[in-house]
């Protein structure tokens, strides 16, 4: 009995002996894949650590009297440069108007994205499905200046949608005199630049579902839009938030190109149109007053932080897997 006790003991240190040997060679190859990896990350990491941490030393010059003769060394002068913008008469307006542009900006881009996408798995022909994608990805690298001259030519006077819209209704309209058709108009062009983006990024996402899954739906007589309901959105729901949470850390920060270039900085479409990226430039265009445009940038940073942070917390307690970190 002894002897088969000592038997297996022997067996047993030789099994743990080939797992550890095992164990040890999976960490090694990871680790070195691991190594492989991270050295392919190191040009991005320098790049991003030269021209998004250095500048951050430019944070000083919201607190002072900036002078480009003394650089940092300049004048301390506190919270003078946030009373610029907190006390000016225009600032209640601009806020609104970029928080509620930017509401009305991320929710129309995710229902159009998701849209996009549910349509693009439904092509089957791989070559429309391809010049689809590209139709929809080519408006993200027009730039906002060029993309203005293309909305003026549809919206001016005698602009193709301006007559048109005439011919059809009698009715001449002066698009870029008329706030009001502006909460519409931005929203339209933002969606034709963006989301074509958006939905390839979600499209991606459902080529990566299981397809025994659509399948077992099939057997059991599930329809398209039934495997859609319970199958598609469900699996996008972590990017859907990811996305989400990513677009509310900017929700404070227009952009500055679709509001300045889209309107043609059009004066009579401040009402609407005003933010303050577009506010702070003109206003601080002429005086070149470098400190309090550091200090509104570094409120918009703040403040899209703040937002980030408790989005995720709230998420995190709904659901934990959800959560972007």
Known sequence: M???????????????????????KKTSLRASSDRQLLTMCVPAMIKLFIFAYVPMIGIVMAFQDFKPRTHIFSEFVGLDNFRFFFQSDDAARITFNTVFMNIIFI???????????????????????????????????????????????????????????????????????????????????????GAGVSAIIYYANIIGIDKEYYEAASIDGASRLQCVRHI???????????????????????DFGIFYFGTRNSSMLYEVTDVIDTYVYRALMNSYDFSRAAAVGLFQSVVGCILIVTTNLIVRRVNRKAALF
């Open 232 to 254: 598609t959105l469900p699996s996008l729901k972590s990017m859907i938030v990811v996305m989400t949470v990513m677009a509310l850390g900017n929700i404070i920060r227009a």
């Open 2 to 24: 002894r002897g088969m006790e000592d038997g297996f003991k022997i067996n047993a240190g030789a099994v743990g002996g080939r797992d550890r040997q095992k164990k040890g």
């Open 107 to 193: 929710a129309s881009s995710l229902v159009v994205a998701l849209l996009l996408a549910l349509v693009m798995n439904e092509i089957r022909s791989r070559f429309f499905l391809k010049s689809a994608q590209t139709m929809m990805f080519l408006p993200f690298f027009i730039s906002w200046a060029l993309a203005g001259l293309i909305l003026k030519t549809m919206l001016d006077p005698a602009g193709l949608i301006t007559v048109l819209i005439q011919d059809m209704t009698g009715k001449a309209i002066n698009f870029y005199s008329s706030a009001g058709y502006w909460r519409v108009i931005l929203p339209v062009i933002n969606i034709w630049k």
